[in-house]
């Protein structure tokens, strides 16, 4: 790199859809800028699911505590952010992008002295930014980034979702599956039943109940997929799903579970990281949506069926059961009002487009 080279800092981190969902702005952003040096703000455990990604020269890992799973704290103290500061100033940044939409990142954008900087108008950071773009909530979070880009004078030519994996992550699953019996021939269903928010997530009862009809009705051999933080909630109702399934919970990284999804015929899940990572692999999915709003986060892809009720209420702020009353299994309206037939019809009708394509 010569001292010449443009310097340009997305910054975007945080959860694993976030970081997926960044990729067809850094490819757009590669394509404008074919010699630029290209740095991404990420959250440790999110830049996971991105390793190998061809856009981006360097990742820089922004950690500070805060209430997400994906936080190491590695950024806790006053002097270890001072510290970040300093480093992010030697790379003397030409332009920033700030993806996020807090204030924080907007003075840390400033901060960090860089001349341009592009990013949301939102949340009064407006004065820290030198290009400021609306954001619309009811569009797709992949428009709103790369709007961005837009605002800034580049064309964007694609917008689709891209995965990488290696030849030994794929090696690796293939001999677990094989390994837990499976037929390969046979075709997979990948079941997430999980959900950050236990309250934003369909009831166990109903995912094995669908596993089943899966078994039985279609031939696909369901496999329940979680990390492992979902071990010991899955340990609580692993009798519900009965012998039918294969359980790898808590024993696929996020790499291997990338890999998994490139093998399955269909996904079936909550919304949640490992739905976006399916709609990157390309899996035929269908998504289950409740209190949060499908608009901004949906999965990103031709071969996917959302489902959502979306009732008068619908989509809530979230502050459960203070605006409506929870059901005998601990769940909102919204989500108890999805049956466990129309998934099923719905599983079907993707997984059979998924083989036409």
């Not at 505590?65 to 970040?84: E, P």
């Not at 329940?224 to 909630?233: A, F, K, R």
Request: charged share 25%; glycine share 8%; proline share 6%.
């Amino acid at each position: 790199m010569t001292t010449s080279t443009k310097k340009i800092l997305v910054m975007r981190y945080r959860f694993i859809g976030d970081t997926v969902l960044t990729v067809p702005f850094l490819r757009n952003l590669r394509r404008a800028e074919p010699d630029a040096f290209i740095a991404w703000m990420v959250a440790p455990g999110s830049s996971d699911v991105v390793k190998g990604i061809p856009y981006v020269d360097e990742m820089i890992y922004w950690d500070p505590v805060t209430i997400h799973a994906d936080s190491r704290g590695a950024h806790r103290t006053l002097s270890a952010k001072f510290a970040f500061l300093r480093d992010l100033r030697r790379h003397h940044f030409d332009k920033v992008y700030v993806l996020k939409r807090s204030l924080s990142s907007a003075i840390m954008a400033w901060l960090c002295g860089a001349p341009k900087r592009v990013g949301f108008d939102t949340e009064g950071r407006g004065m820290f930014l030198t290009t400021r773009v609306p954001y619309h909530h009811n569009q797709h979070e992949v428009k709103n980034f790369l709007n961005i880009l837009k605002a800034d004078g580049i064309t964007v030519t694609d917008d689709f979702l891209e995965i990488w994996t290696n030849p030994d992550e794929e090696k690796r699953v293939l001999s677990l599956l094989t390994g837990a019996g499976i037929d390969l021939a046979q075709g997979i269903a990948a079941i997430h039943p999980f959900s950050a928010v236990r309250q934003r997530g369909w009831p166990f009862e109903n995912f094995a109940e669908l596993a089943g009809r899966i078994s039985r009705e279609t031939g696909l051999r369901p496999v329940i997929l979680g990390g492992p933080g979902d071990i010991q909630e899955f340990d609580k109702v692993r009798h519900l799903f009965g012998n039918g399934i294969i359980d790898l919970v808590g024993k696929c990284n996020l790499r291997e579970t990338i890999a998994l999804l490139r093998q399955c015929a269909l996904f079936v899940g909550n919304d949640s990281g490992i739905m976006h990572l399916a709609a990157a692999a390309g899996t035929p999915l269908v998504a289950l949506f409740g209190p949060q709003s499908p608009v901004k986060f949906g999965p990103w892809s031709d071969c996917a069926k959302v489902i959502y009720q979306g009732l008068p209420c619908s989509p809530c702020r979230q502050k459960f059961f203070s605006e409506c009353e929870p059901s005998p299994r601990g769940r909102p309206a919204c989500m108890e009002a999805i049956s466990v037939e129309e998934v099923f019809q719905e599983s079907v009708k993707i997984s059979e487009q998924g083989r036409k394509q």
